[in-house]
T-cell receptor
Framework: GENVEQHPSTLSVQEGDSAVIKCTYSDSASNYFPWYKQELGKGPQLIIDIRSNVGEKKDQRIAVTLNKTAKHFSLHITETQPEDSAVYFCAASMRNNNDMRFGAGTRLTVKP | DTEVTQTPKHLVMGMTNKKSLKCEQHMGHRAMYWYKQKAKKPPELMFVYSYEKLSINESVPSRFSPECPNSSLLNLHLHALQPEDSALYLC?????????????FGEGSRLTVL
């Protein structure tokens, strides 16, 4: 089955700096890669996703890149703000949401 | 505000109790999910319902019993739980099961088993 590894487990940055979180996946058949943000006491919320026919996607301060050959994808957050502080999960799936595998999560802290 | 509503937000129960967690969505989604999340861990899939039929049971112990009364509601009945079952239980929904797309999560029900 699919295995998703996520690094780093914790990340601390100064407000205004960029943050990068990286994930690797094992199954070359995976074709959907979402990123979820989970704030304290809340459920995960989708912030951006990318499909295997695209190499990069951007939404304001958030971007995701996908390297299918190397089987890794990354989340980039620019101009970080304190409200970006949360746990971020990457995920990968092949066919549908019941085979989605989550990474272990990255706790991002943005210091004002 | 989340469009998936879960109740109760917090639940404390003894090992001999019977309780239920409830989940509701009004987005017209046809797939609904139960996930279990332990502290500092990612969500783990427990059950999937598609068109009100149980589609997936990820080898969950029988002390957890899901129920989907209609397309908007999903329950998780709890009986004879163990302390290690203490966790955040997340409900989610998506438009369809057979496509890769956004999962909408509720805020979760935090369960403590004494």
């Amino acid at each position: 089955g699919e295995n998703v590894e996520q690094h780093p487990s914790t990340l601390s940055v100064q407000e205004g700096d960029s943050a990068v979180i990286k994930c690797t996946y094992s199954d070359s058949a995976s074709n959907y890669f979402p990123w979820y943000k989970q704030e304290l006491g809340k459920g995960p919320q989708l912030i951006i996703d990318i499909r295997s026919n695209v190499g990069e996607k951007k939404d304001q301060r958030i971007a995701v890149t996908l390297n299918k050959t190397a089987k890794h994808f990354s989340l980039h957050i620019t101009e970080t703000q304190p409200e970006d502080s949360a746990v971020y999960f990457c995920a990968a799936s092949m066919r549908n949401n019941n085979d989605m595998r989550f990474g272990a999560g990255t706790r991002l802290t943005v210091k004002p | 505000d989340t469009e998936v509503t879960q109740t109760p937000k917090h639940l404390v129960m003894g090992m001999t109790n019977k309780k239920s967690l409830k989940c509701e969505q009004h987005m017209g989604h046809r797939a609904m999910y139960w996930y279990k999340q332990k502290a500092k861990k990612p969500p783990e899939l427990m059950f999937v319902y598609s068109y009100e039929k149980l589609s997936i049971n990820e080898s969950v112990p029988s002390r957890f019993s899901p129920e989907c009364p209609n397309s908007s509601l999903l329950n998780l009945h709890l009986h004879a739980l163990q302390p290690e079952d203490s966790a955040l239980y997340l409900c989610a929904s998506s438009q369809e099961l057979a496509t890769t797309g956004e999962l909408f999560f509720g805020e979760g029900s935090r369960l403590t088993v004494l």
